[in-house]
């Protein structure tokens, strides 16, 4: 199964990013979400960003992202360094904003055992 799995460029890895939302940024979330989807698409496109999304204190129920009860988001990042994916992470709109609690960020070395799109 692994020979499956796309590698990363020479002299990068994979990260697995969890960005907790600082406490009370649910409308401000909301508010510049366009913005951050639109910045995603260079990230996306380029290959650097692997997958990502919200999660949650509570399974959501319905799709009105005004009813989520977010807690941050997820990243799988291709990266070279740790320091790579925080430049990233302190360039995006939830942070400059003041959604994403950076400094309480995981940034975790990963090797992807399998995927599945």
């Known amino acids: 199964m692994a020979s499956d799995i796309p590698t990363p ?8 990013v969890v960005v907790p939302d600082k406490p009370g940024m649910k409308a401000k979330r909301l508010e510049v979400r366009p913005q951050h989807f639109a910045d995603l698409k260079t990230h996306v496109d380029s290959g650097t960003f692997k997958t990502g999304g919200a999660y949650f204190h509570s399974a959501p129920e319905g799709d009105d992202p005004s009813k989520f009860d977010f807690a941050g988001s997820t990243l799988v990042v291709e990266a070279a360094t740790k320091d790579e994916v925080l430049k990233i992470l302190n360039t995006d709109i939830y942070t400059k904003s003041g959604v994403w609690d950076v400094e309480k960020a995981q940034i975790l070395p990963a090797k992807f055992a399998f995927r599945k799109l």
């Open 9 to 16: 460029a020479p002299g990068k890895f994979e990260w697995l």
